[in-house]
């Protein structure tokens, strides 16, 4: 699976939209790129994956660039209960290799001021 | 989104003792799950992943005699830490599959603390 880079730490306002970027330079053309945070001391939720087009759901919207190379996730009204450590994976889908899995590095921890 | 469950949320054994953490998809079949280990200030590690009806495969440096894996049924595996030592306390986490049209998502439950005194 594709390596990903992103930013160790970043603050957001409350009531902003935050933006945390994901560097994925050597994705492959079957690797999706998932979102997941992690509230501490808790199971890390799923937030969105994406293929190649922008998504959207009720917690986050992906933005991935047209070279699939890098993506943003998006919390458009940031809340203090947004405070988490937000992960960006590659990995293809699960179908494709039944032995893949997620593989989590450091992530960026997210902190929303009041 | 789909809902995995952990049990218990925390335990603390003595020394030498064995320990069961229950993993349950509550909503949704999972043919494959997850079990993660996370230590303080550190990410999530994989440990194993483990397929309905099969032998677990375990990561590297992974001892499969000391974690014990079983996944009988489609919605249930366990963990079971054997002659467990303080070292082996940390933040037991399962994760279950969940097959979808595209691009299939990992789950994760609430997380088990264990602590050994």
């Known amino acids: 699976d594709a390596k990903t880079t992103q930013p160790p730490s970043m603050d957001c306002a409350e009531g902003r939209a935050a933006n945390l970027p994901c560097n994925h330079s050597t994705i492959s053309g079957n690797e999706y790129v998932y979102w997941y945070r992690q509230i501490h001391s808790q199971g890390p939720q799923y937030i969105i994956h994406g293929l190649k087009n922008n998504e959207t759901n009720e917690m986050a919207s992906l933005i991935i660039t047209e070279d699939r190379k890098s993506s943003t996730l998006i919390l458009p009204h940031a809340t203090l209960r947004d405070t988490a450590v937000y992960y960006c994976i590659v990995r293809v889908a699960f179908r494709e290799t039944s032995g893949s899995r997620l593989t989590f590095g450091e992530g960026t921890q997210l902190t929303v001021n009041p | 989104g789909a809902v995995v469950s952990q049990h218990p949320s925390w335990v603390i054994c003595k020394s030498g003792t064995s320990v069961k953490i229950e993993c349950r998809s509550l909503?949704?079949?999972?043919?494959?799950m997850f079990w993660y280990r996370q230590f303080p200030k550190q990410s999530l590690m994989l440990m194993a992943t483990s397929n309905e009806g099969s032998k677990a495969t375990y990561e590297q440096g992974v001892e499969k005699d000391k974690f014990l894996i079983n996944h009988a049924s489609l919605t249930l595996s366990t963990l079971t830490v054997t002659s467990a030592h303080p070292e082996d306390s940390s933040f037991y986490i399962c994760?279950?599959?969940?097959?979808?049209?595209?691009?299939?998502?990992?789950?994760f439950g609430p997380g088990t603390r264990l602590t050994v005194l």
């Open positions: 909503d949704f079949q999972a043919t494959t």
């Open positions: 994760s279950a599959r969940e097959q979808r049209e595209l691009g299939d998502t990992q789950y």
